[in-house]
Structure formats: structure tokens, C-alpha cells
């Protein structure tokens, strides 16, 4: 599943995209048709993002809207385990925020006899789209969505009434609401930041990282860990996932203990996440590894305490 800086970047990326236009919206599958013919050659306005959660409001004229105003008409999607987006266009059709995880086809275009680059034409979406966007440089398609749905303000309210604080976001309040909703509880600290009730956006990966950065114990209870550390937590949460969201790659293994010939990827990219069995980069014990709540959880029992 996408972690909550991906998330943002779709967001931007929409956003720049779309926003200001009246896209084609359209669902080659069938499952979205009564949603898309509501937002169909309405103007797209700027999307936001929390946690794992996309909203993009759709409204009779241009502007901007804060996050679950009532008024436009929300497009709500929760990619889940296996949604993404993907995107084709000409030239033109070119984010700043580009894009990571999602699969990307940008710039494609036939060429003809004589080799010179002729129109760009949309190609012909899978049956598996649930959405289509379209405006004339281009398309971003969504396909296997845990939730698409069309929300009114009250609607957004809801889904943002569930989730805890977003640490990309980092709103006035949200360390302090994250480091209270954390010591409230007795379950485990690694438990609660996978939590999007308590933190909305991070998962498995920071989760793993960002625990070790700061040496706590993933399995200490909440209401065991003090505030200075579970605010230095929600610093660093906040610190490695926008640079997430900058880079469009996760790198959280620190730049001081980067090795200069990694073994692979993992080794590169990460402190302690996927390295089971291997040294930790800070006090050279072995990584473990076990189940947490049904996802597999990374930690060095050396120096996390």
C-alpha cells in the first residue's frame, strides 16, 4: 500500500494537471459511471491529501476550497492495497511534481512514416479503469481503488474526523495531539503509528525507520514512552516523509550511516526496514523481524529500548 507521501505527490501532480480545467471524466469499467457523469466537464479545483486519503472537489467555476468545504462535489479515493494511478499525455502534459510509485507513461506519441512525431491520441483504457480524467494533452487513469466515491463537505468531514494528524501536513496542534493520543494507550508504540487513527500517512517502512532513528522499542506500550521521545518521534516522521514526498523515493537510512558499497537496495536505502538478519547500522546487532498486528515489523533489540 501507498504510504502517505505518495499520496501527496498524486495530490500536486493532479493538481497541476487538472486544476483550473473541465476535465472529461468518464468510468471504462462501469463501477464509477453515475460519479463521473457528476463530475464530467465540471472544473477540477486543487487537491488535497491526508493521510492515505485523496480529495479532489469538483465545482461550476474555478477557485480553490479548503479541505471537506461544503459546496463542490468530492472525488474521495483510497488506493488500498492494489489501486494506482497512471498517466499518458504529449508534451505538454508534465507535473513538477512527478510522479513515484504510480506507474507513469508521459510524452508517448506515434510517429509517422516520414519520422516525425505526429498527434498525441489517447489510447484506449483497460477495462479495469474505474476513472478516467482526460483533457486535451492528456489522461490519468485510476485503477483497483479500495474506495472511489463521490463525498459532499459533511462526507469529507467524516473521513478527516477518523484520522489522526497528517505528519506531512503538520498542522498547529498535531505534535500535541499525536504524542497524547499515543501515551493514552497501552498497546505497543510500534502498533500505534501503523494506527491512522493516531497518525495519518505513515506506513510500514517509516514505521520501521523512524522508530530505530530514534532508538525506541517498537514494542514498548504507548503510555510507557515519554513525551520528549514520542515528540521526537513525530519530528522525524514529519522530517523523513516529506523528504518523501520531495524526492518521490523513500530513503530513511541515515546519510551517516549510508554504507559506501551497500550490499543492495535495502541496504542503501533504509535503516533497518526488510534488513533482518543483518547488522544494525548503529550498534552492529543482528535486525529482528516479527508479526505486529498481521504486518511484519523491523527493529534492532540491541539499541532500540
Known amino acids: 500500500m501507498p504510504e502517505g507521501h505518495t499520496i501527496h505527490r498524486l495530490a500536486g501532480a493532479l493538481t497541476e494537471l487538472f486544476s483550473g480545467l473541465r476535465p472529461t471524466v468518464t468510468s471504462p469499467q462501469g463501477r464509477f459511471a453515475q460519479g463521473a457523469a457528476l463530475l464530467d466537464g465540471r472544473v477540477a479545483l486543487p487537491a488535497h491529501a491526508r493521510g492515505k486519503h485523496f480529495f479532489m472537489p469538483f465545482y461550476d467555476e474555478p477557485g480553490s476550497v479548503e479541505l471537506g468545504e461544503d459546496g463542490p462535489d468530492w472525488l474521495h479515493v483510497h488506493l488500498g492495497l492494489y489501486g494506482s494511478w497512471s498517466f499518458d499525455g504529449d508534451e505538454h502534459f508534465i507535473a513538477d511534481e512527478t510522479i513515484g510509485a504510480p506507474r507513469r507513461r508521459i510524452g508517448e506519441r506515434e510517429i509517422g512514416a516520414d519520422g516525425t512525431a505526429g498527434v498525441w491520441n489517447p489510447p484506449l483504457p483497460r477495462d479495469t479503469v474505474r476513472v478516467r480524467l482526460e483533457q486535451d494533452h492528456g489522461v490519468a487513469d485510476l485503477t483497483g481503488p479500495n474506495q ?95 523528504e518523501g514526498k520531495r524526492d518521490g523515493i523513500i ?25 533482518s538478519g543483518r547488522p544494525c547500522w548503529r550498534c552492529g546487532t543482528a535486525v529482528a523481524e516479527a508479526d505486529m498486528a498481521g504486518r511484519r515489523l523491523f527493529w534492532c533489540p540491541g539499541c532500540q529500548r
Open 251 to 275: 530513503l530513511t537510512n541515515p546519510p551517516e550511516f549510508a554504507p559506501e558499497d551497500p550490499l543492495d537496495e535495502v541496504d542503501r536505502r533504509f535503516a533497518v526496514y526488510q534488513r
Open 148 to 242: 472511489c466515491r463521490i463525498l459532499d463537505g459533511g462526507g469529507v468531514r467524516e473521513v478527516l474526523r477518523r484520522l489522526g494528524p497528517d505528519p506531512i501536513r503538520n498542522d498547529p496542534g498535531d505534535r500535541e495531539q499525536f504524542v497524547a493520543l499515543v501515551r493514552r494507550r497501552r498497546t505497543p508504540v510500534g502498533q500505534l503509528v501503523m494506527d491512522q487513527a493516531i497518525a495519518a500517512g505513515p506506513g510500514n517502512i517509516y514505521r520501521a525507520d523512524c522508530l530505530w532513528r530514534v532508538g525506541i522499542n517498537p514494542f514498548r506500550p504507548g503510555s510507557r514512552v515519554s513525551e520528549a521521545r514520542l515528540g521526537a518521534l513525530w519530528d522525524d516522521l514529519v522530517g523523513a516523509m516529506r
